[in-house]
């Protein structure tokens, strides 16, 4: 299956590309499911909670937030109804229950998840804006970090001993529901984060020529690059016609214009730059789509985090390369903590396990050279096998 996330500042059009490269997609006797929010008003029809047909070859979901966060606590509650019961605690109903902060996320999560077990050609996702885009795309490895470091998956052998241990503990020990639910986020977020990992998932940006925009995908570029989110496909939407008698049009245009020709410079080497016409009005319904023309092309080609052997002068040493084209030698951060590394980059953060080779190495180094980090590290002699 080819997934096709959708992105970019909020206001420049991303619901109506999603929608226009599904409906592309359709039209090439692909079957497509577009996964929005919000798409129901661009497709001109009504759109639910589960896949309905659109047209020939095109379905639509909508992401239902509010009806998720409802039914996960209510389900939360009853499994861990006893302990509730234990406390006095008063049960909490359906009619009452409003979504909090982060059920858009989890919703999102849940239905990427639901999508993956489908029987799809192409699933094209409509997602947030960039920088919740960016943190929505690095939850479930958070995620599951966070799962592994409080309910150690290996702690489960050993419950039938949980009654011998809270005797001597004095404390009750976790409830087996306690580790089944675990097991089962672990494996629900395993799924989604191996969607978005798959290398034929790939990034759509979408941006309005000009300054707003081109700042905005400088941070997308960076924020993706560090979760090793491919782009391939640029979409500069919303382009006016060449030439206007207007002169209020036509200085648009020629701003326009500046920022079109950098951005087929600068991004030709990685990804597609596909423009998007003004069709002066908002786009609604199939033939509005259709005019717009957007259909998914090849995947990136990604460029892999590598472990090289050091530069000549430099033996004995290995480097591990990451590409973050965009990124800045003072917004950058390195910090090790055991066996994972805390990489700051602009206003992103992610940890990362270290490959098995540098868990017996210490860093000696760092330096950005191209839009590429490469991370020095010195084989520790206490760690690595002595040759003879």
């Known amino acids: 299956m080819r997934t096709v996330l959708v992105t970019g500042p909020g206001g420049s059009g991303r619901t109506t590309v999603a929608a226009a490269t599904a409906l592309a997609e359709a039209r090439r006797g692909r079957r497509t499911l577009l996964l929005s929010g919000e798409a129901g008003g661009i497709l001109g029809t009504g759109v639910g909670t589960g896949p309905r047909p659109v047209t020939d070859g095109l379905w639509a979901a909508r992401t239902d937030p509010g009806a998720h966060f409802r039914s996960e606590l209510l389900a939360f509650q ?6 509730l019961d234990l406390l006095g605690a008063r049960r909490l109903e359906d009619e009452e229950l409003t979504e909090l902060p982060g059920s858009e996320q989890s919703a999102l999560l849940r239905a990427l998840r639901d999508a993956a077990a489908g029987e799809w050609d192409v699933l094209v996702v409509d997602l947030p804006p960039v920088p919740d885009a960016i943190a929505l795309l690095g939850l479930p490895e958070q995620l599951r970090r966070y799962l592994r470091r409080l309910v150690p998956p290996e702690r489960q052998a050993a419950r039938a001993l949980r009654p011998v241990l809270a005797q001597l503990a004095g404390v009750p020990m976790p409830a087996q529901w306690l580790y089944d639910t675990a097991a089962r986020w672990e494996g629900e977020l395993a799924a989604v984060q191996g969607l ?19 700042d905005a995908l400088c941070t997308a570029r960076l924020g993706l690059a560090l979760y090793g989110m491919d782009v391939d496909t640029l979409v500069a939407n919303r382009v006016l016609p060449v030439a206007s008698p207007d002169p209020w049009l036509a200085g648009l245009q020629a701003q326009q214009d500046k920022a079109l020709r950098r951005w087929h410079e600068e991004w030709a080497q990685t990804a597609a730059v596909r423009e998007a016409p003004h069709l002066g009005r908002d ?9 717009l023309d957007l259909p998914v092309g090849p995947p990136a080609a990604r460029e892999p985090w590598g472990v090289a052997e050091g530069p000549a002068g430099d033996e004995g040493t290995l480097v591990w390369q990451l590409p973050l084209p965009g990124a800045v030698k003072e917004e950058l951060h390195l910090v090790r903590r055991g066996d994972e590394l805390v990489l700051t980059a602009g206003p992103f953060r992610r940890i990362v396990p270290l490959p ?16 590429v980090l490469g991370v020095r590290f010195t084989p520790d002699p206490a760690l690595w096998p002595r040759t003879r």
């Not at 009853?78 to 302990?83: I, S």
């Not at 034929?200 to 081109?214: D, I, K, N």
């Not at 786009?283 to 005019?291: F, I, K, Q, S, T």
């Not at 098995?356 to 839009?371: E, I, M, W």
């Open 283 to 291: 786009p609604r319904g199939l033939d509005d789509l259709a005019a």
């Open 196 to 214: 978005i990992e798959d290398r034929s998932t790939t990034v759509r940006l979408v941006a309005e020529p000009g300054p707003a925009g081109e």
């Open 78 to 83: 009853e499994r861990g109804g006893a302990l």
């Open 356 to 371: 098995a080779a540098l868990r017996r190495c210490t860093v000696s180094g760092a330096g950005l050279t191209d839009g």
